[in-house]
């Protein structure tokens, strides 16, 4: 399947009290042809390994709104990767609704529905 995991690691403030960092991880579709392989990458590096290389197309920007929670548990229906990479992350795995759907009808499933929770926003206010 088609799937990219970003995990990122966000470091506190211990300023304000915040702990020593915080692991996120955000699970979305990817389309193959988007995909450089890791063996691709390294012939790169070995041909000029000092060139900076710069993309031949600017693609712009993409915002996603990461809208519903991972159940690490049973993130297994869409990569096996996911709840060992994100162990760290229990509550704070995301993905978005539009990339489960196509997860589901890649599989020809529905009960890949099951793995994700909506995310009740809250509003801050510092006032």
Sequence with gaps: ??????????????????SQYQVMCFIFHISKDAFISSDAMSKLRQKNPGTIRTPEEDRGRENY???????????????????????????STYTRYEDVKVWASLQGKVIILNIIQKIKLRIISNM
Excluded: F, W, Y
């Design 65 to 91: 709104t990461m809208d519903n929670t991972v159940i690490l548990e049973k993130s297994a229906v869409i990569s096996p990767h996911i709840a060992e990479m994100c162990a760290e992350a229990v509550t």
């Design 1 to 18: 399947m088609e799937v990219q995991i970003l995990k990122a690691l966000v470091l506190g403030e211990e300023e304000r009290g915040q």
